[in-house]
């Protein structure tokens, strides 16, 4: 029996019909991409799927007592918190006994009297439902996404707040885990650690992406919503594209034909007497069909037609730079580096987030002054510059103003466009591009904001994290461009599938301010990198289940190392065991009679615990690898 079945769903927003008649089924075990370009819906049907919507028509029906949890595609900024209660939350009712509890227990650690009282309420509370495994749960599921759980949420990174929303969603162990764009705003190691846990997850999973390379490593089955219709492709992604575009070119061919039979016959119905004389009742039924056919025809989301706007050509050199430092608060950002970018070259700008990529970008540019060496210029330079932030738009102003600036026209290699048929090229209707930019998607910031770039001619691009929320079409017209353009390309990107396509070499954030050259793109720099030395490799995803004893390693391993691999598992389930004795003493109802110093001595050995089995988890996998 399918987990879940999707039935003559239909459902519009505004005018627009999202869903029409779409029917569609989940089985166990599948890992589904739903794909479709920005604006088809894609979120709207997860949130369907969820149960957080109801579509106008249709019914959606699930297997009994299947648990369903979402990761939503944008992280709450306002989230408040130890990561410990915003995992928690995802236990509902049961969470927020658990937030108290730990609260509470806080209190009495720090040597509050007053705490006791609630703190009996609350355990009994937690008893008559069965909290304590659930707690158990909680901690355990922090410790294995290698999180801390006292930290505090709202000061996390991006890709750590990602994490523990993660953990949110799968404390709740789900049969069914939706994720919406989990990658955004991931650098690379994050990714490909997220890569290596979905992987080994064992529920099923439906998730939304444009990151190409994520996509084929962990889709089973396509889902395509386009125009409102859902079409199902068994297969990886590869085989989706070839079997997608024989279907669009079958689709084009019929529609040649559809509008070749319409225009025949509306010629031969405006002949009138003709066509009554006739009394070919039969053809002018067939032609009335004909003409409802085609107005009901969706048509195909346009494609962007997106064009680089280019300068005179600069001179060969562009950028020289000879043993720069660049130290912030005292910490190496950039240690003792030299590289010469001449005219043409297409340079990827490589490193996890933090690690100074926009800082070196700026220190090339002259934008800021290095500690030490120096950097040379080259002549003619006309610089474009893509900003990760969008700090080139102006909230308060539409589409059309933030590129028009004034103007009824733009200027595109020398020849002027009307400032609506070039929005057009981007995408934006005519009403859209009257349309605030506080309204707009993350994509459509993102179209938006390349729009006004390439209205400025250029001989240098440089482009700080351009393909956030853009669709697969959108980023494949953007590598065509950018293999077209004739000036100079700095681009800093986490889309490894980008990086691979565009660049002919890489600058890698190597740790403690080494950035190291590299001929090719991201693929080219894993096989030539060493392995020792690099930080920027994946983080290890943790397996569910205990580790077994390795008998045979990729690389030769030393004796130490390899005692160590064999000693593991147990050292990982001693630690196991005093964590879980641990958790019973204090789910007794006596344990917080026995005096502050006790309980804090406690719970700061749980928290040992915690961090212990993450660095054993970590230290095991990197050994295997």
Same mark, same amino acid.
């Given at each position: 029996?399918?987990?879940?079945?999707?039935?003559?769903?239909?459902?519009?927003?505004?005018?627009?019909?999202?869903?029409?008649?779409?029917?569609?089924?989940?089985?166990?075990?599948?890992?589904?991409?739903?794909?479709?370009?920005?604006?088809?819906?894609?979120?709207?049907?997860?949130?369907?799927?969820?149960?957080?919507?109801?579509?106008?028509?249709?019914?959606?029906?699930?297997?009994?007592?299947?648990?369903?949890?979402?990761?939503?595609?944008?992280?709450?900024?306002?989230?408040?918190?130890?990561?410990?209660?915003?995992?928690?939350?995802?236990?509902?009712?049961?969470? &927020?006994?658990?937030?108290?509890?730990?609260?509470?227990?806080?209190?009495?650690?720090?040597?509050?009297?007053?705490?006791?009282?609630?703190?009996?309420?609350?355990?009994?509370?937690?008893?008559?439902?069965?909290?304590?495994?659930?707690?158990?749960?909680?901690?355990?599921?922090?410790?294995?996404?290698?999180?801390?759980?006292?930290?505090?949420?709202?000061?996390?990174?991006?890709?750590?707040?990602?994490?523990?929303?993660?953990?949110?969603?799968?404390?709740?162990?789900?049969?069914?885990?939706?994720?919406?764009?989990?990658?955004?705003?991931?650098?690379?190691?994050?990714?490909?650690?997220?890569?290596?846990?979905?992987?080994?997850?064992?529920?099923?999973?439906?998730?939304?992406?444009?990151?190409?390379?994520?996509?084929?490593?962990?889709?089973?089955?396509?889902?395509?919503?386009?125009?409102?219709?859902?079409?199902?492709?068994?297969?990886?992604?590869?085989?989706?594209?070839?079997?997608?575009?024989?279907?669009?070119?079958?689709?084009?061919?019929?529609?040649?034909?559809?509008?070749?039979?319409?225009?025949?016959?509306?010629?031969?119905?405006?002949?009138?007497?003709?066509?009554?004389?006739?009394?070919?009742?039969?053809?002018?039924?067939?032609?009335?069909?004909?003409?409802?056919?085609?107005?009901?025809?969706?048509?195909?989301?346009?494609?962007?037609?997106?064009?680089?706007?280019?300068?005179?050509?600069?001179?060969?050199?562009?950028?020289?730079?000879?043993?720069?430092?660049?130290?912030?608060?005292?910490?190496?950002?950039?240690?003792?580096?030299?590289?010469?970018?001449?005219?043409?070259?297409?340079?990827?700008?490589?490193?996890?987030?933090?690690?100074?990529?926009?800082?070196?970008?700026?220190?090339?540019?002259?934008?800021?002054?290095?500690?030490?060496?120096?950097?040379?210029?080259?002549?003619?330079?006309?610089?474009?510059?893509?900003?990760?932030?969008?700090?080139?738009?102006?909230?308060?102003?539409?589409?059309?103003?933030?590129?028009?600036?004034?103007?009824?026209?733009?200027?595109?290699?020398?020849?002027?466009?009307?400032?609506?048929?070039?929005?057009?090229?981007?995408?934006?209707?005519?009403?859209?591009?009257?349309?605030?930019?506080?309204?707009?998607?993350?994509?459509?910031?993102?179209?938006?904001?390349?729009?006004?770039?390439?209205?400025?001619?250029?001989?240098?691009?440089?482009?700080?994290?351009?393909?956030?929320?853009? &669709?697969?079409?959108?980023?494949?017209?953007?590598?065509?461009?950018?293999?077209?353009?004739?000036?100079?390309?700095?681009?800093?990107?986490?889309?490894?599938?980008?990086?691979?396509?565009?660049?002919?070499?890489?600058?890698?954030?190597?740790?403690?301010?080494?950035?190291?050259?590299?001929?090719?793109?991201?693929?080219?720099?894993?096989?030539?990198?060493?392995?020792?030395?690099?930080?920027?490799?994946?983080?290890?995803?943790?397996?569910?289940?205990?580790?077994?004893?390795?008998?045979?390693?990729?690389?030769?391993?030393?004796?130490?190392?390899?005692?160590?691999?064999?000693?593991?598992?147990?050292?990982?389930?001693?630690?196991?065991?005093?964590?879980?004795?641990?958790?019973?003493?204090?789910?007794?109802? &006596?344990?917080?009679?026995?005096?502050?110093?006790?309980?804090?001595?406690?719970?700061?050995?749980?928290?040992?615990?915690?961090?212990?089995?993450?660095?054993?988890?970590?230290?095991?996998?990197?050994?295997?690898?």
């Amino acid at each position: 029996m399918s987990l879940l079945r999707l039935r003559n769903l239909s459902l519009a927003f505004g005018g627009d019909l999202l869903f029409d008649k779409l029917e569609a089924s989940v089985e166990k075990g599948d890992r589904i991409c739903l794909v479709g370009r920005n604006g088809a819906g894609k979120s709207t049907l997860l949130k369907v799927i969820a149960g957080e919507m109801v579509a106008e028509e249709g019914e959606r029906v699930l297997s009994q007592g299947l648990r369903i949890a979402r990761l939503e595609q944008e992280v709450d900024a306002d989230g408040q918190g130890a990561v410990f209660d915003v995992v928690a939350g995802g236990l509902g009712h049961i969470g &927020d006994l658990l937030k108290r509890y730990h609260a509470i227990s806080h209190e009495l650690a720090s040597g509050s009297q007053t705490a006791m009282g609630r703190l009996e309420t609350v355990q009994h509370e937690l008893e008559g439902v069965g909290g304590w495994h659930l707690h158990q749960r909680v901690q355990s599921t922090v410790s294995r996404m290698g999180l801390d759980g006292e930290a505090e949420f709202s000061a996390l990174s991006g890709g750590l707040k990602r994490r523990t929303l993660l953990a949110r969603a799968l404390v709740r162990e789900p049969d069914l885990l939706l994720l919406d764009e989990p990658t955004n705003h991931l650098d690379i190691p994050s990714i490909e650690w997220l890569e290596e846990m979905l992987r080994a997850y064992g529920g099923t999973l439906i998730f939304i992406t444009h990151d190409r390379r994520f996509l084929s490593r962990l889709a089973s089955r396509i889902w395509d919503l386009d125009r409102g219709r859902l079409s199902d492709w068994p297969g990886d992604y590869e085989n989706y594209l070839r079997r997608r575009a024989e279907m669009q070119a079958a689709e084009d061919l019929a529609f040649e034909r559809q509008d070749k039979k319409l225009a025949q016959e509306e010629a031969w119905i405006r002949q009138g007497i003709k066509a009554r004389r006739t009394r070919n009742e039969g053809r002018v039924r067939a032609l009335e069909v004909l003409r409802r056919e085609r107005q009901a025809r969706r048509e195909k989301t346009g494609e962007a037609r997106i064009g680089v706007n280019e300068a005179e050509r600069s001179g060969k050199l562009v950028v020289e730079a000879e043993g720069i430092t660049y130290a912030y608060e005292g910490k190496p950002v950039i240690q003792d580096f030299s590289t010469t970018i001449l005219r043409g070259d297409r340079v990827g700008i490589i490193g996890p987030n933090g690690c100074g990529k926009t800082t070196l970008i700026k220190v090339l540019l002259g934008g800021l002054e290095p500690g030490r060496g120096r950097v040379r210029l080259g002549t003619k330079l006309e610089i474009a510059y893509f900003d990760q932030l969008r700090a080139g738009l102006r909230e308060d102003l539409s589409v059309l103003d933030n590129v028009a600036e004034e103007r009824d026209s733009v200027e595109v290699n020398g020849k002027p466009r009307h400032v609506i048929g070039y929005l057009q090229d981007f995408l934006f209707p005519p009403a859209r591009a009257r349309t605030p930019v506080q309204a707009l998607s993350g994509g459509e910031r993102n179209r938006l904001l390349l729009a006004k770039l390439f209205t400025k001619p250029s001989n240098l691009l440089v482009l700080d994290e351009p393909t956030n929320d853009l &669709d697969v079409e959108t980023l494949e017209l953007l590598e065509e461009r950018l293999m077209e353009y004739q000036g100079t390309v700095l681009v800093v990107s986490h889309d490894r599938a980008f990086l691979d396509n565009v660049i002919g070499s890489s600058l890698v954030f190597e740790g403690g301010g080494r950035v190291a050259e590299y001929i090719g793109g991201y693929e080219d720099w894993l096989r030539q990198r060493p392995i020792e030395e690099s930080v920027v490799r994946p983080e290890p995803a943790v397996s569910k289940e205990k580790p077994k004893t390795a008998t045979s390693s990729k690389k030769k391993l030393s004796y130490k190392d390899q005692r160590e691999l064999e000693t593991l598992p147990q050292r990982i389930e001693a630690l196991e065991t005093e964590q879980e004795a641990l958790h019973q003493r204090m789910a007794q109802p &006596d344990f917080y009679q026995a005096g502050g110093l006790e309980v804090a001595v406690a719970k700061q050995r749980l928290e040992e615990l915690e961090k212990e089995l993450a660095l054993a988890y970590r230290r095991w996998e990197e050994l295997e690898a």
